[in-house]
Structure formats: structure tokens, C-alpha cells
T-cell receptor, first 112, second 110 residues
Framework: NAGVTQTPKFQVLKTGQSMTLQCAQD?????MSWYRQDPGMGLRLIHY???????DQGEVPNGYNVSRSTTEDFPLRLLSAAPSQTSVYFC???????????FGSGTRLTVV | DQQVKQNSPSLSVQEGRISILNCDYT??????FLWYKKYPAEGPTFLIS?????DKNEDGRFTVFLNKSAKHLSLHIVPSQPGDSAVYFC?????????FGAGTTVTVRA
């Protein structure tokens, strides 16, 4: 099925561990982005990309890295996990900045 | 500082009646606005959008109104149906960045 695929769906990390959240889309979308959702705060933009090889920071980029080596994939790396990074993470893609983004089903991350 | 605000965390409406969701923003650079619907354990799904050069956009049961001078937009759902029970997010576009409100939980009563 066409869409945005996120893996894993759930993850528990210990403080200080690193990991990569995977995101892949098969719609040939140029625009991809990562958000985190926390209670009472809506979704906040972490990093975004307007095409392969091009990334930029969003509202809350600290503690996260991204890269975009292909159009399809946009992984999010947590360098040294902290309890403040406990959240639900969503990846999204779109073919135009003014069109509705297609979201993945999310990764629920807990850092203990 | 949140640039997009949804001041009503919840809304309860009877089936068949109108649901009105409100959203306020502070950034004059926003040039496009979107509404998303979200069910538990799923990602948000796109509902409807409006350009800053328009004041109304309609798609079936959903209509979005934009008042630029008041920096306010609203989503009308008519008639409300049980499947509309979800969290609704307002979002605004500045360049390539989306800013979201905190969401409004809509419950449609039978």
C-alpha cells in the first residue's frame, strides 16, 4: 500500500542510548518531515527536508539528527536518549509544501 | 511560544448538528492553513485546507473559514456524524514549516 511507513511502532530506550527511527515513503514526495507529539502541545516540527540531500531544523531539533540520501527515506537519529524525548514521533511527506502531508502511524518512544 | 492556538480542548455535539472548531494564529507570514483529523494510535489525516488569499473553502460536509484581519480560522462540520469523533488539529504553513495547534477533541453524541 502506498503511504508513509514508520518503524518501529514502539521502543523503550535507556537514558544515553542511541537509536534510529526509520521512515520511508513510496509516493515520490519531495517534502518530508519529523514531528513529535506531546500531551497538550500538538505536533512540533523536529527536522524537515525539501529533497534528497537537503535538510533543515524545525522548532525542536536539539538531540536529533537527520539525513536524506534518497527521496524515499528520512531517518531520525537520537544521539543520546533523554527522558525528555519520551514522546510519539510522526513522519510525514508531501509532494508540495502547500498540500496536505501524509503521516505515518507513529513511533511511541519511552526513555527510562 | 505557540503560534497556532486552539483554545477549546474539547467539544461535544449531537449527531446531525453542526460542529464548529476554532483556531487562532499570531504569525502574519503563514500563507496556508490546514485541518487534520486524528484517531487514537494513528497518524493525522488531512481534511481540508485554505490559502491565505481566500476566505472560505468547502469540501462536502467540511467548510473552513479564514478571517485574516482577526488571524482566526474555523472548521465547520455539517452534519456531524459518529465517525467524526476524533482529535482535530489546526496547522499553518510558513515557508516549508508546519505549526500545529494543540488539538480539539470532538465527541459526537447519538
Amino acid at each position: 500500500n502506498a503511504g508513509v511507513t514508520q518503524t518501529p511502532k514502539f521502543q523503550v530506550l535507556k537514558t544515553g542510548q542511541s537509536m534510529t527511527l526509520q521512515c520511508a515513503q513510496d509516493m515520490n514526495h519531495e517534502y518530508m518531515s519529523w514531528y513529535r507529539q506531546d500531551p497538550g502541545m500538538g505536533l512540533r516540527l523536529i527536522h524537515y527536508s525539501v529533497g534528497a540531500g537537503i535538510t533543515d531544523q524545525g522548532e525542536v531539533p536539539n538531540g536529533y539528527n537527520v539525513s536524506r540520501s534518497t527521496t524515499e527515506d528520512f531517518p531520525l537519529r537520537l544521539l543520546s536518549a533523554a527522558p525528555s524525548q519520551t514522546s510519539v514521533y510522526f513522519c510525514a511527506s508531501s509532494y508540495s509544501r502547500l498540500q496536505g502531508y501524509t503521516f505515518g502511524s507513529g513511533t511511541r518512544l519511552t526513555v527510562v | 511560544d505557540q503560534q497556532v492556538k486552539q483554545n477549546s480542548p474539547s467539544l461535544s455535539v449531537q449527531e446531525g448538528r453542526i460542529s464548529i472548531l476554532n483556531c487562532d494564529y499570531t504569525n502574519s507570514m503563514f500563507d496556508y492553513f490546514l485541518w487534520y483529523k486524528k484517531y487514537p494510535a494513528e497518524g493525522p489525516t488531512f481534511l481540508i485546507s485554505i490559502s491565505s488569499i481566500k476566505d472560505k473553502n468547502e469540501d462536502g460536509r467540511f467548510t473552513v473559514f479564514l478571517n485574516k484581519s482577526a488571524k482566526h480560522l474555523s472548521l465547520h462540520i455539517v452534519p456531524s456524524q459518529p465517525g467524526d469523533s476524533a482529535v482535530y488539529f489546526c496547522a499553518a504553513v510558513d515557508d516549508y514549516k508546519l505549526s500545529f495547534g494543540a488539538g480539539t477533541t470532538v465527541t459526537v453524541r447519538a
